[in-house]
C-alpha cells in the first residue's frame, strides 16, 4: 500500500511529455484541496475484458506488476482465454482477485451471440430463458474453476449484465448453491451523487446514472439478502473517446471523489488488435495507468490500493441511494 508522500508504486514511464506536464499540473490541483484530500481510502482498480484479445492480458499483468490493478475480469469465451488463463495462473491469489466477467452477448460458451440492448430489452419485460441463462452461467463458471482449479472472487458482467432483472436471480441461487461457503464479492453499478460527480462533465455522470437504472438497486438489494459483498460505489464510466491527458485527468477526479471501499474499473489495452472496437481507449489507458503521473495521483489523494476481497472482507454492504 502507498502512503501520502511516500513513493508510489513502481514507476513505468509512459508518453514522457504528457508525465511531466500532467504530473505538474496534477500537484498543483491537488495542492489546492490539500486540507480536504488528506483522508485514506481503500479503493480497488479492476481490469476487465482478460481473455479477448492478447493484448488485453499483457496490459492487465504488466499492471498487476507495477501495482496499478488489483482485480481482473476473466472473459472465458474469449479467443485468447487459454493463453491468458494460463498466464493468469501464476499470478498470487492474495496479490490479486481473478473474477468471472460474465459475458451473454458477445463471446458466450453455449448461447448465440446477440447485441446487448435486446438482452436488456428481454430483461426489463421478463422474457429472459433462465434455464438458457443457467446453462451458460454454468459453463462459464465450470470454465473459470477449470481454469484455476477454484471459484472467482468476483463476478460482474461484461457490459454490466449481471445486475438484470432477469439475469441477477438466476447468478446469485447458482452461485450460492456452488460457494455457499466462500461466495463471491459481486460488482455494484451504484454510482456517485451527481454533485460529487467529477469533471469531466455530466455525460460521464449520466451514462454511470443509466447504467446503474438498469439493475444496481435489485441487485444490492438482492446481494445482502443473500450475504453477498460488494464494493461501494462504481468509478470509471466515461465515452472512451478521451486522449491521454484527457483520461489522466478523469482518474485524478475520480479518486479524489471516490470513498472507502470504491471500485475503479479500466479497460487496457497493451497492444493493438484490428478487431476491437474499442482498442485506441483502451492503448492511451494502460499507458496512462502504467505511467509516473498516475503513480503520483494515487500517492497524492492518499489512495491505498487493495484487492476488493481483502477491502469488503468484514461483510460491508453499500445503501442504495
Known amino acids: 500500500m502507498n502512503r501520502c508522500g511516500d513513493a508510489a508504486h513502481r514507476d513505468e514511464p509512459g508518453d514522457a511529455a504528457l508525465t511531466a506536464r500532467a504530473t505538474a499540473g496534477l500537484r498543483a490541483a491537488v495542492a489546492l484541496h490539500a486540507a480536504s484530500e488528506h483522508t485514506r481510502r481503500s479503493v480497488c482498480i479492476v481490469a476487465d475484458d482478460c481473455g479477448l484479445h492478447p493484448g488485453i492480458c499483457e496490459a492487465a499483468l504488466r499492471l498487476v506488476d507495477l501495482g496499478r490493478v488489483q482485480a481482473i475480469g476473466c472473459l472465458v469465451g474469449g479467443r485468447s482465454w487459454a493463453a491468458a488463463s494460463s498466464a493468469l495462473r501464476r499470478l498470487p491469489a492474495s496479490a490479486v482477485d481473478l473474477g468471472l466477467h460474465l459475458d451473454l452477448t458477445e463471446q458466450p460458451l453455449t448461447l448465440a451471440p446477440s447485441g446487448v440492448g435486446r438482452l436488456i430489452a428481454a430483461s426489463l419485460l421478463r422474457r429472459t430463458d433462465a434455464d438458457a441463462l443457467l446453462r451458460e452461467l454454468r459453463a462459464q463458471l465450470d470454465a473459470f474453476e477449470a481454469a484455476f482449479g477454484r471459484g472467482p472472487a468476483f463476478v460482474d458482467g461484461h457490459r454490466h449484465v449481471h445486475q438484470l432483472p432477469g439475469v441477477r436471480d438466476v447468478l446469485l441461487d447458482e452461485l450460492t448453491r456452488r460457494y455457499a461457503t466462500a461466495l463471491p464479492w459481486l460488482r455494484s453499478t451504484h454510482s456517485a451523487r451527481a454533485h460529487s460527480h467529477p469533471r469531466p462533465g455530466w455525460r460521464d455522470a449520466a451514462k454511470a446514472r443509466v447504467i446503474a437504472a438498469l439493475g444496481a438497486r435489485g441487485l444490492d438489494a438482492a446481494a445482502r439478502r443473500g450475504g453477498f459483498a460488494q464494493n461501494a460505489r462504481l468509478w470509471g464510466v466515461y465515452d472512451f473517446a478521451a486522449g491521454e491527458a484527457a483520461f489522466l485527468r478523469r482518474l485524478d477526479g475520480w479518486l479524489a471523489a471516490c470513498g472507502d471501499g470504491d471500485l475503479l474499473m479500466c479497460h487496457p489495452g497493451a497492444t493493438r488488435d484490428a478487431g476491437d472496437d474499442l482498442i485506441d481507449a483502451r492503448v492511451?489507458?494502460?499507458?496512462?495507468?502504467?505511467?509516473?503521473?498516475?503513480?503520483?495521483?494515487?500517492?497524492?489523494?492518499?489512495?491505498?490500493?487493495?484487492?476488493?476481497?481483502?477491502?469488503?472482507?468484514?461483510?460491508?454492504?453499500?445503501?442504495?441511494t
Not at 286 to 297: E, P
Not at 299 to 304: A, F, L, P, Q
Open 284 to 320: 492511451g489507458e494502460f499507458r496512462v495507468l502504467a505511467g509516473a503521473a498516475f503513480g503520483a495521483v494515487l500517492r497524492d489523494r492518499c489512495i491505498d490500493v487493495a484487492p476488493m476481497s481483502r477491502i469488503v472482507r468484514g461483510g460491508r454492504h453499500p445503501e442504495p
